[in-house]
C-alpha cells in the first residue's frame, strides 16, 4: 500500500565521436598497456559488447577472412547466448597488429592484465576512468557525463539508429532477450532531438493568415 518514490528518470549518457577520439589518443601506443586500452575501447565503439563479454573474448572467438583479417568476433553473451558482431576495417587491421605484437598464447584471453592473469571488469572500469581523468581538460564536456563501459554500449546502440538500422537488427547486434529493451534507445534518440530542437531559434513569423474567400463562405453557409 505504500506508494514507491517518484524520481525523475535519468538521461542516459552517450560518447560523441570527439568524445570517442579524444579517449582513444590518450592512449600511450608505444607501451603494451597504452595498446591494450586502445583495443579495448576501439572494441567497445565498435562492437557495443557488455563489459564481461569484453574480458571474456579469446583469441579463439577472431574469426579471420580468407587473407587472416579479422572480420568478426564471436561473442558468448548472457543466459549462454552466442552472437558474432562484425567488425570495421580499422578495427581489424588494429586488432590484427594487436596478436601480432603481443599475443603468444593462441588459446588464452584476448585481454590480460600487468600480470598476464586475466583483466576483470573492475579492472576495464579502472583503466577508461584513468583515460577519462587524462581527457577532461582537452575535452571539458565529459565532465558532464558518467563514462562507464557500459556508456560504450549505449552510444554503439545510438549510433546504429541514427543510421538507419532498424531496431530489431540492433537487438540482435546488442544480444538483447527482448526488442522492449532495444526501444530505450528509440526513446533517448527522440529525447535528444527534442532538446535539439529547443536550441534551435523559431522563426519570427508564423502566424496563420488564411481567411476563406466569399464562394467558399457562401458555400458553407448553404451546407
Given at each position: ?69 579479422p572480420?568478426?568476433?564471436?561473442i ?13 576495417k ?134
Open positions: 500500500m505504500i506508494p514507491f518514490k517518484k524520481e525523475e528518470k535519468r538521461t542516459m549518457d552517450f560518447l560523441t565521436k570527439d568524445e570517442y577520439n579524444a579517449l582513444v589518443s590518450a592512449c600511450d601506443t608505444n607501451s603494451e598497456l597504452g595498446c591494450r586500452d586502445k583495443l579495448m575501447l576501439v572494441l567497445l565503439y565498435n562492437t557495443g559488447v557488455r563489459v564481461s563479454e569484453l574480458v571474456g573474448i579469446k583469441i579463439k572467438d577472431i574469426i579471420t577472412d580468407t587473407n587472416g583479417l572480420s568478426y568476433v564471436h558468448h553473451g548472457k543466459g549462454r547466448k552466442e552472437r558474432d558482431v562484425p567488425l570495421w580499422s578495427t581489424a587491421a588494429f586488432l590484427r597488429n594487436f596478436m601480432e605484437s603481443h599475443i603468444s598464447d593462441s588459446t588464452g584471453k584476448l585481454f590480460v592484465n600487468r600480470t598476464d592473469g586475466d583483466l576483470t571488469r573492475s579492472g576495464v572500469r579502472y583503466r577508461l576512468k584513468c583515460l577519462v581523468v587524462k581527457t577532461l581538460e582537452s575535452v571539458p564536456s565529459l565532465k558532464r557525463k558518467t563514462i562507464t563501459p557500459h556508456t560504450f554500449r549505449h552510444s554503439v546502440a545510438l549510433n546504429l539508429l541514427q543510421s538507419g538500422v532498424d531496431i530489431s537488427t540492433i537487438a540482435i547486434w546488442l544480444g538483447h532477450e527482448s526488442i522492449l529493451t532495444t526501444h530505450k534507445y528509440m526513446e533517448a534518440d527522440m529525447e535528444m532531438k527534442r532538446r535539439t530542437l529547443e536550441k534551435i531559434q523559431e522563426p519570427s513569423d508564423i502566424s496563420y493568415h488564411f481567411r476563406p474567400d466569399d464562394t467558399m463562405l457562401a458555400f458553407l453557409d448553404s451546407l
